[in-house]
């Protein structure tokens, strides 16, 4: 099974613009009502827009990644990849690849604005299990569903096995 979240991510870039064009403007009508004659003074409330403004920029920067799962053959692929850039470089790159005997567990860590894949595989080199996790936030229901599946099915043939 092989998939991307590449037509759900597609919203990210369009949400990253209407936040910095709405913090620009805002902050522009800060610095007028700052320099203005009257005696009114700039509040706190003036600038609350902004905070949450940039709250939510980072918030959708932590969130907004691609993701690429690939169970084809006899490895496992997990890709996160940074949104803006992607096609023509890759940047906040984490990724994992490995045998599919290797996989111990995964975890789907869903929570109500983050969605968070954990994988626990057996190492050679360190004691006991290496963990990696994945943000898959922008991922569709089908595609979880699918993903959980063919991990179960994996997971499941290992302790098999063993």
Known sequence: ????????????????????????????????????????????SHFLPNI???????YFHRIGQLFEFDSDGETLNFKNNGVF?????EYRVKRAEFPKGKLVKFELDDYFIFTRLKIFIRSRRKRGW?????????????????????????????????
């Open 130 to 162: 290496r963990k990696y996790s994945f943000n898959i936030t922008f991922l569709g229901k089908k595609k979880k569903k699918g993903l959980v599946e063919a991990l179960n099915k994996v997971v499941q043939k290992n302790n098999a096995i063993s």
């Open 52 to 58: 949450l403004l940039m709250l939510f920029g980072v």
């Open 1 to 44: 099974m092989r998939f991307k979240n590449t037509s759900e991510i597609k919203i990210v870039p369009s949400i990253y613009i209407i936040i910095v064009a709405a913090f620009i403007t805002n902050l522009f009508v800060n610095f007028e009502l700052m320099s203005s004659d009257t005696e009114e003074s700039v509040k706190f």
């Open 85 to 89: 850039f992607s096609k023509f470089m």
